[in-house]
């Protein structure tokens, strides 16, 4: 009974496994099927930790950056859906295709989980701030003003009843009117290669 060892994946997804994801995420089965081998030769038992999706992260970003790191964690706790500190096969390719092949105002969904850190359904400055630094460091946008800076210029934007933080429908319909902001704020708004 103590004895609990996660059980390795199977060698392919079900049928029903491929139609679900084809369905969330738009994907081929042979695009599907090529993330799943690879997110198994990673992480056989079917999930990846916190510290595994922040290396996996960082390849997939290309990156050494110790600010990479921040935003993957951020990130991941986007993508964490269930909140068990884990993220299983489908969550990460249905949040991975979404972020990087979806549409504006669904990248916008897990860019407003990924400012609001404290999971209140709203994004206050010092939350704003905190990313702007990190994204800013990696994405190299706008390097001549200071994330406070920024963050302040797009709470005057985007606050519209003024109550000093920034509720998900301000968040995201101001993204979508605002073209700049929208790049400025959204680390997914880049395109990236989808695997073959």
Not at 41 to 61: A, H, M, T, V
Not at 140 to 153: C, G, I, L, N, T
Not at 178 to 183: L, M, S, T, Y
Request: aromatic share 10%; charged share 20%.
């Amino acid at each position: 009974m103590g004895n609990h060892h996660p059980r390795p994946m199977d060698e392919d997804l079900s049928l029903n496994d491929y139609r679900y994801l084809m369905k969330q995420t738009h994907l081929t089965p042979h695009v599907i099927q090529g993330w799943y081998r690879e997110f198994v030769s990673l992480c056989p038992n079917g999930q990846l930790n916190k510290s595994q999706f922040i290396k996996f992260y960082k390849e997939l970003e290309n990156s050494s950056t110790k600010n990479v790191e921040g935003i993957a964690e951020n990130v991941f706790q986007a993508f964490d859906h269930n909140g068990n500190q884990r993220i299983d096969f489908k969550e990460f390719l249905i949040a991975y295709a979404l972020t990087s092949t979806g549409e504006p105002a669904e990248k916008l969904h897990y860019t407003f989980s990924l400012f609001d850190t404290d999971q209140s359904q709203t994004i206050e400055l010092n939350e704003m701030i905190e990313i702007l630094k990190k994204v800013l460091t990696i994405t190299h946008k706008v390097s001549q003003m200071s994330p406070q800076s920024v963050a302040y210029d797009i709470f005057r934007t985007l606050d519209i009843d003024h109550n000093q933080s920034l509720s998900k429908d301000e968040f995201i319909n101001g993204c979508l009117q605002n073209n700049a902001i929208r790049h400025i704020l959204s680390p997914f708004e880049c395109d990236y290669p989808l695997k073959n």
